[in-house]
């Protein structure tokens, strides 16, 4: 795989790089990067960039290939990566768009207390969220489902749960799509990929995934902040996670059938990880359905843990206690959505891969209760740094279909992270900074550590200075558990 080099770039705008449609026979589209001048460096030196212009390459895609600043490389997009594709006139899905850890997402749920009023029941509340929320490579729950009750969720997602007595019907409310997808369709998702996921619901799973709680640090925008029930001061836990095991068999089961059609359909694609079928194909249906499935499985999932965690607050912190779920966003996913291109109005086929979705003020899809101030936009950092709530933009919707970026974006490889630094002396640094490390895995903190990530602060000033996102408040970490 090849590396683009910096000449190749074009600033067509503060923050906005583009590689012509030009530079390459098979392009259809420009692609285009959305990054500091500074943060070129490290983006140069893997090739999230070919990786870009290859999805440019792809049937059916519109506008451009865009990069977030988050970008690094992936397994055929860069994760990072938007492209929409006209569903109507020969566009594909691709499942290396979408990711293997299908909606791997956040969600951000608040505590009406300070932080100070927490301080004395910290270290009960961090032992107990880690005994509640297990974590960790391929460890499941507590909770099994299988045979029609995992259909169920497969078709349903964190509704159906609300509907066997988990969680409320306030947290449907402030999830994307109210908590599922109804282009599910279950029997897309093998056996297989059933049976790894049948005691995956309420797992956090290892890797970035983390479950955190922070203190909101600073607020850049008061009157969003207010509605979303934001306060400097009081207390919010993080979830990161996604579909598991389950996600990860849909992704390889398709991309397999993909792979093996491509003759069929006369796709000649740049990278065969960029494996997909026209969307309205029998094949292209089958993923569609299998992902929206899995999909819901990780909206069950974060639900689940939303109320493993509601239920901990109760214990440590008295009974009346109210938690109440902020929102609810994924950042790996393909949605159809209605968009204007070049002054034409279209429906598309958005794959976003590890990029957010930032609708704008007035957008049905945004819940009514945000729906004048725009979607929160929920981008994690780093163990151990910061994380922010935004929140969605008409500039988005008009520059990156209606996308941000998903975090702060890997600058080192998980190996070469272990190589230059001790978990111990990792542990230690972080404790230094007043903040709780609650994980059974070594291996995977130091694979995590702060420095194997760009930084978040200069991730998000991109996102707030060209208009794509506002910033609304920045959260601190004071307790971090990993997988």
């Not at 969600?107 to 009960?124: D, F, M, T, V």
């Not at 069929?264 to 309205?280: G, Q, R, T, V």
């Not at 935004?390 to 975090?407: N, V």
Request: hydrophobic share 40%.
């Amino acid at each position: 795989m090849e590396k683009i080099s910096l000449e190749v770039l074009k600033e067509i705008s503060k923050h906005i790089y583009e590689i012509p449609k030009s530079y390459r026979q098979d392009m259809r589209v420009p692609a285009r990067a959305i990054m500091s001048r500074e943060m070129l460096q490290d983006v140069l030196q893997d090739s999230s960039l070919w990786q870009l212009v290859n999805v440019a390459s792809l049937p059916g895609i519109v506008k451009c290939a865009f990069a977030m600043p988050d970008i690094h490389q992936g397994y055929g997009f860069p994760i990072g990566g938007v492209a929409a594709t006209d569903i109507e006139n020969s566009g594909v899905i691709s499942p290396g768009g979408i990711g293997y850890d299908i909606n791997c997402g956040v969600r951000l749920l608040s505590l009406p207390i300070s932080a100070k009023e927490l301080g004395k029941h910290l270290e009960k509340l961090a032992s107990s969220l880690f005994s509640a929320v297990p974590s960790g490579v391929g460890r499941g729950g507590k909770e099994i489902f299988k045979g029609a009750q995992l259909d169920r969720i497969l078709q349903y997602g964190a509704s159906e749960l609300v509907s066997m007595g988990y969680g409320t019907q306030g947290d449907l409310e402030f999830c994307e799509e109210g908590g599922y997808m109804k282009s599910a369709d279950p029997t897309k998702v093998s056996e297989r990929a059933k049976q790894r996921g049948q005691n995956q619901i309420g797992t956090l799973g290892a890797g970035n995934h983390f479950l955190e709680v922070q203190v909101i640090h600073e607020i850049f925008d008061e009157k969003i902040a207010q509605t979303f029930g934001l306060q400097k001061g009081n207390v919010c836990i993080m979830v990161h996670c996604g579909s598991r095991g389950l996600g990860h068999q849909t992704c390889s089961d398709h991309v397999k059938n993909m792979v093996s059609n491509l003759d069929k359909w006369k796709l000649k694609l740049a990278d065969l990880e960029l494996a997909c079928a026209p969307f309205n194909s029998k094949q292209g249906q089958d993923y569609f359905g299998a992902m929206s499935a899995s999909a819901n499985f990780a909206w069950a999932n974060r639900h689940m843990i939303g109320h493993h965690i509601r239920n901990v607050c109760k214990s440590v912190l008295g009974g009346d206690v109210l938690l109440k779920t902020v929102y609810d966003v994924s950042h790996n996913i393909g949605k159809v959505e209605d968009h204007v291109v070049d002054g034409k109005a279209c429906r598309l086929l958005v794959h976003r891969k590890g990029a957010t979705r930032a609708f704008a003020p007035g957008m049905v899809e945004v819940p009514q209760h945000y729906r004048s101030v725009g979607q929160p936009v929920l981008i994690p950092g780093t163990m151990g740094t910061c994380s922010y709530v935004l929140a969605g933009t008409k500039t988005a919707m008009d520059l990156t279909f209606g996308s941000t970026c998903h975090g702060a974006g890997r600058r080192l490889s998980r190996t070469k992270a272990r190589k230059e630094i001790h978990v111990e002396v990792l542990r230690k640094q972080l404790e230094g900074k007043g903040i709780l490390v609650k994980g059974d895995s070594n291996k995977g903190l130091a694979e995590e550590a702060p420095f194997a990530y760009k930084d978040v602060n200069d991730v998000v000033k991109v996102i707030h200075e060209t208009g794509i996102a506002k910033m609304v408040v920045r959260l601190k970490p004071l307790v971090v558990i990993k997988g």
